[in-house]
């Protein structure tokens, strides 16, 4: 099964082509949910596949200099807290403050990467 990434109007991501690399657009109302749609968009280009188990839970803390870094750390922690747990995010909500996320995750443990 896939986690429950119900894209819509509202919030998504789709894959573009691209010659070499994975490349997709995400897009969001507002900035958290432009961060935690990227985070979805990472995983389903993966492929995900995960349990029909409940759920973990755990948080991030993350901070960057800029908007950009930010996102870039965001995914970079998202990415290694799951992989380390063996699991991919179902539900992230997100407080931010200037350059700093405080995440809480709600992820499905994977059955392949």
């Given at each position: ?23 997709y ?24 596949r ?64």
């Amino acid at each position: 099964m896939s986690p429950g990434w119900n894209v819509n109007a509202a919030g998504g991501f789709e894959e573009l082509d691209h010659t070499a690399d994975l490349r997709y657009r995400v897009w969001a109302p507002d900035l958290p949910g432009l961060f935690i749609w990227a985070g979805y968009g990472l995983f389903s280009l993966c492929g995900v596949r995960c349990a029909s188990s409940p759920p973990s839970r755990f948080s991030l803390h993350v901070e960057a200099g800029d908007l950009e870094s930010l996102l870039v750390a965001f995914l970079e922690e998202l990415n290694y807290a799951c992989e380390t747990r063996q699991t991919a995010p179902e539900n992230v909500s997100i407080v931010m403050n200037d350059c700093a996320i405080e995440a809480e995750i709600e992820a499905l443990p994977l059955l392949s990467r």
